[in-house]
């Protein structure tokens, strides 16, 4: 998994998904010569989750996903409602993110929060 300002694959990343949270296109578009289509698409058994830093390296995170999709259950008096005001795009936007809608929580972005990718190593 990759988070990049746009949809386009960077250079030396094959992607066989390219997932979207653009409202003005669907949430599956395609990668570099794939045709696949969301029915096709199988859960792996582990994830890596790369976010740019301001360099051009990357971080990158696998344990804490893999805890998280092992550990996290809903809440024993139902759904919550979780307030982001960190972007998607940042790692711990992204794990708030993960977590609540693993716990079948509903995730509530704040308005003014900033959507561009901000260096993962601060």
């Known amino acids: 998994m990759v988070h990049r ?3 386009a694959c960077g250079d030396g990343v094959d992607a066989d998904h390219v997932l979207s949270s653009d409202p003005d296109c669907g949430p599956l578009v395609k990668g ?3 045709n696949v289509v969301e029915s096709d698409i199988v859960m792996p ?12 390296s990357v971080i990158s995170l696998s344990e804490e ?13 139902g759904p919550q409602q979780v307030l ?15 977590k609540a809608l693993l716990a079948g929580d509903t995730v ?9 990718v901000p260096s993962a190593a601060h």
């Open 65 to 77: 996903y893999e805890e998280m999709a092992r550990t996290v259950t809903p809440h024993p008096d």
């Open 45 to 56: 058994r582990a994830v890596e989750t790369l976010f740019p830093t301001a360099g051009e």
């Open 108 to 116: 509530l972005l704040h308005e003014h929060a900033p959507e561009t």
């Open 5 to 7: 300002d746009d949809v």
């Open 84 to 98: 982001l005001i960190a972007p998607m795009s940042h790692p711990i936007g992204n794990r708030i993110t993960l």
């Open 32 to 34: 570099r010569g794939t």
